[in-house]
């Protein structure tokens, strides 16, 4: 496409609105359902308080883009119309308009950006009667921290108009530069800058030799969402995997009817082939947007909060982080097996809340280089997002370095370390009143709770985390309530904020264990115990109405 002007070009209108009271960002920005944001000026006014907050517009530099969701093309021609109105002057959109959250991220931080607006419900369903979601991250290409989120949300209870601009729809799918009044739009390549990242960051020659031997088989599952376009350039054609190693990989509006979120239950065609009759050596798939990751070994399953402890563990293989890193950090349900992994390399380790955006401090004071999250996320001060491909490739790379299958990685890990046994179960729509009665009823307890004995086992400290942030000293509270146990054991009940409909409970339970004659457990009974000292102490049967969790991870 070459320079055009597009037509029908007329100047800046203010359009009467009415605020709506429920666009408070959760972890990690606005989620509702595609017919609530449908609904006339509810997009419309999200957007404009964003630019209200991070006003003046003028002469700015915005990126745009998302997951390929129902709805996101859509979405992206009013973001663009009000940009223009608010006074941006340069509008980079992915292509078709896909952009991963991680290379949103990096194409921010590349071109020096005040920031980018990203379209994603992340690893929520998607269609017409699913998901919808966005998000603003800043300038340092990190989701909004908590201060600017609530000045957006601050400004959504008082909006009464917002700016746009007649004009003709943008054409999404052909690279090239448009022209709208004083504001330049480019389509780019969603993907070049992202895997040019990749490629400077990790030995890209041991993985091609690990991948042209012919004896070691990988899958990659995009689940039909927006990494299949990044998997397939990276794995297929600048590493070699044989052609249909990465599966799934055209993003869909429905993501093809299944529930991106890369995990044992919903990835099961991946999962079928690591372990069924003649199994993969690898394989790995990433959700919605693209930052979560499920990686996989032959027959064996690598935990999150084991990864982020391997990774760390062994990163000095790595190029990019040959020469060291600075420290590590973790989100507060996750394991404390990093922990054990940053105090034998003498380096900090943060425990922070739940979300993204508490990393980002941390990351541009230098304080740590890798992050993670029990729910699938690890990434690094590469950009300011998890990233899901990046941790893919970072176990490509231990394991062409080290010659070793993943399961002989993570158990000579366990060996050396101990192992921290760790699950998730989630109650999904739970009903809200419920939900919220439950964990009132747990904080009542606090103080009490400590010296009591439940299913064997002596609770030693109980509390209700709250984080100070050592970089700019914000205090969060109420992010979840802890049990510490006399077995090593620890248990988090936390209330999601990713939902959309009802509430999801969260019951987190991990235990340290350094035998190595109980090393190989199956992890729900390894942690049996705490399982039965959750559902007394919390009675989470009589509040969810539920026998069992509807997803344990």
């Known amino acids: 496409m070459t320079t055009e002007q597009v037509k029908q070009v007329q100047q800046s209108k203010q359009i009467k609105t009415q605020a709506f009271t429920d666009q408070k960002p959760g972890t990690s920005g606005l989620r509702k359902k595609v017919t609530q944001f449908q609904q006339t000026g509810y997009l419309e006014n999200f957007v404009q308080a964003v630019f209200n907050t991070i006003a003046p517009c003028a002469g700015k530099k915005l990126v745009l883009g998302?997951?390929?969701?129902?709805?996101?093309?859509e979405?992206?021609?009013?973001i663009i119309r009000m940009a223009v109105a608010n006074g941006f002057t340069h509008i980079l959109v992915g292509q078709g308009g896909i952009l991963s959250t991680p290379a949103a991220s990096c194409v921010i931080r590349k071109n020096q950006a005040c920031g980018g607006i990203i379209l994603s419900a992340s690893h929520n369903p998607g269609g017409p009667d699913e998901d919808f979601g966005i998000k603003f991250n800043g300038e340092n290409g990190g989701?909004?921290?908590?201060?600017?989120?609530?000045?957006?949300?601050?400004?959504?209870?008082s909006?009464?108009?917002?700016?746009?601009?007649?004009?003709?729809?943008?054409?999404?799918?052909?690279l090239g530069t448009v022209q709208i009044a004083e504001c330049k739009i480019d389509i780019i390549d969603p993907v070049n800058d992202y895997a040019n990242l990749m490629e400077s960051m990790f030995d890209f020659t041991a993985m091609k030799h690990l991948l042209a031997q012919g004896d070691f088989r990988l899958c990659f599952d995009a689940m039909h969402a927006v990494n299949g376009p990044y998997a397939k350039e990276i794995l297929e054609k600048r590493l070699g995997a044989p052609a249909g190693s990465v599966i799934n990989g055209v993003p869909l509006t429905d993501f093809g009817g299944g529930h991106p979120d890369p995990n044992l239950v919903h990835a099961h065609e991946l999962v079928a082939l690591l372990y069924g009759d003649d199994p993969f050596d690898f394989g790995a798939a990433s959700d919605g947007d693209g930052d979560r990751n499920m990686v996989l070994g032959k027959q064996f399953y690598i935990n999150p909060c084991d990864s982020l402890a391997i990774l760390t563990a062994n990163a000095d293989l790595i190029p990019a982080y040959a020469e060291g890193i600075a420290g590590v950090a973790r989100s507060m349900p996750t394991s404390r097996a990093v922990d054990r992994v940053a105090k034998a390399m003498n380096i900090p380790c943060y425990e922070t809340p739940t979300g993204w955006k508490f990393f980002g401090n941390l990351l541009d004071a230098g304080k740590i280089t890798l992050c993670g999250e029990e729910s699938f996320g690890t990434g690094s001060d590469h950009i300011r997002e998890k990233d899901g491909l990046w941790a893919v490739l970072f176990w490509l790379n231990l394991i062409a370095v080290k010659k070793q299958p993943v399961s002989e990685i993570v158990k000579n890990h366990w060996l050396q370390y101990g192992r921290d046994y760790f699950t998730r179960h989630d109650y999904e729509a739970v009903d809200s009143d419920n939900a919220h009665e439950m964990i009132s009823q747990l904080k009542a307890k606090i103080a009490d709770l400590p010296g009591q004995v439940f299913a064997g086992v002596k609770i030693t400290s109980a509390d209700d985390f709250q984080y100070i942030d050592p970089v700019d000293k914000s205090k969060t509270t109420e992010q979840g309530v802890r049990l510490y146990l006399d077995n090593g054991g620890r248990i988090v009940f936390r209330l999601s904020g990713t939902g959309t409909q009802g509430a999801t409970l969260r019951v987190y339970l991990d235990c340290y264990q350094q035998d190595p004659a109980l090393l190989a457990q199956e992890t729900q009974q390894a942690l049996s115990e705490l399982i039965q000292v959750a559902e007394t102490v919390a009675g989470i049967k009589q509040f969810t109405g539920r026998e069992k969790p509807d997803v344990i991870t």
């Not at 979405?75 to 009013?78: D, F, M, N």
């Open 75 to 78: 979405a992206i021609q009013v």
């Open 143 to 157: 989701p909004a921290p908590e201060k600017l989120t609530e000045a957006i949300f601050q400004q959504t209870l």
């Open 66 to 73: 998302g997951d390929g969701r129902f709805y996101n093309r």
């Open 159 to 174: 909006m009464e108009q917002y700016l746009s601009i007649d004009a003709n729809d943008v054409e999404l799918d052909q």
